[in-house]
């Protein structure tokens, strides 16, 4: 069972014109709050690691059927597409540069709404780019959506509606808003004060201190944003403009400051207390997955301290915990065929495979 289940009301105001269920005046968040001894016996899951060439140091990796996309943070090829059920490596894509058709810093790999494309997210242009896994010759995208202005302000993204994007600023007190392509608001919800019960910290250091990359369903009708700093993740409802925050296994916010030695407030953490909480998350049809590090960034690749995989429903009930044997950065599910695929942080980074045992995949 939960060791504490709270309801707290948070004031909702909306930038623009909001047209959503979500622009009454006031909003209900719920806070589900666990700790370890909440948590199932673990499930100790062994990988399998490939060898695929070419990887270096990746960054993100999608899965899309019998295909995955792994993003490079290095300065030759952004892209590898890898056919995961011959367990071929198929080609490198995606010119570096700041050309037609080139791309410089793959910040997010996302699904397109085509059969086997995908959308990759430059942070430093803030624009789109769309490729195919299918075979090709050229390493140019085969398409470029450019976002508007306000784009320069957000600090994450994911596709809310093929027309639409649901955005974290990097300032102001609202939590998420879903935009058009144009930068238009058309909802907001949630407050970010609504995090910590300090009164004098403005939003954006509260903002910093819950950083969190927005994941969608595939459905795009849930979103889950999993703290890096913080243990939560927030799961909005987009219809009911409800957010649900599990908050654990430990729910304290990290020791900071509020600096203003930049001329702005920032956060400033305690670097020698703070450790990296989720790493990245995947949002489900019906699971939410979490991947717990719960150690210092210089800690990352420790072997003797290897990461945990929580699993979630919407409800915010635990459904099962992971183990794993190798130690990630990143991850996606290949739900339809029960198997988790990491980036392994070590020596020699690649692919790893984890085969979800059938048993565990039944809800309680």
Known sequence: MMRNKLTLLVGFFALGFA?????????????????????????????????????????????????????????????????IQSEKYIRSTGKNGLGPGEATLVWKLEPAFEKESFWCYDLEQTFFSKYSVNEGTSKLAESQLRLGEIFHYVADLTWASDTSLLVTMVDGNDKYFEVSLQGDTLAAYGTWDSMIDRKDVPANVISSIHQGRLKASPDKREFIAAGSRRDFIDVLDKASGKILSIRGPVDEVPEFEVDYSRGYPMAAMNMKTLTVKYSDSFAGKERIYGLHLGKSFR??????????????????????????????????????KGIIYGLTVDADPNVVAFALPEASLLTE
């Not at 968040?29 to 199932?40: C, N, S």
């Not at 016996?41 to 019998?66: E, M, Q, S, W």
């Not at 290897?306 to 990143?330: A, E, H, M």
């Open 299 to 336: 800690n990352i690749s420790d072997p003797d301290e290897l990461n945990r995989i929580f699993v979630f429903d919407y409800q915010g009930k635990i459904l099962n915990q992971y183990s794993l044997d190798y130690p990630l950065t990143g991850f996606t599910v290949y739900e339809e």
């Open 19 to 83: 047209c959503s269920p979500a622009s009454e005046e006031n909003e209900i968040e719920e806070i589900v709050v666990f700790d370890e001894k909440d948590l199932p016996d673990p499930i100790a899951l062994v990988g399998k690691k490939y060898n695929f060439p070419n990887i270096t140091n990746p960054r993100n990796i999608l899965c899309l059927g019998d295909f995955l996309v792994v993003s490079e943070r290095s300065n030759g090829d952004l892209l590898h597409i890898l056919d």
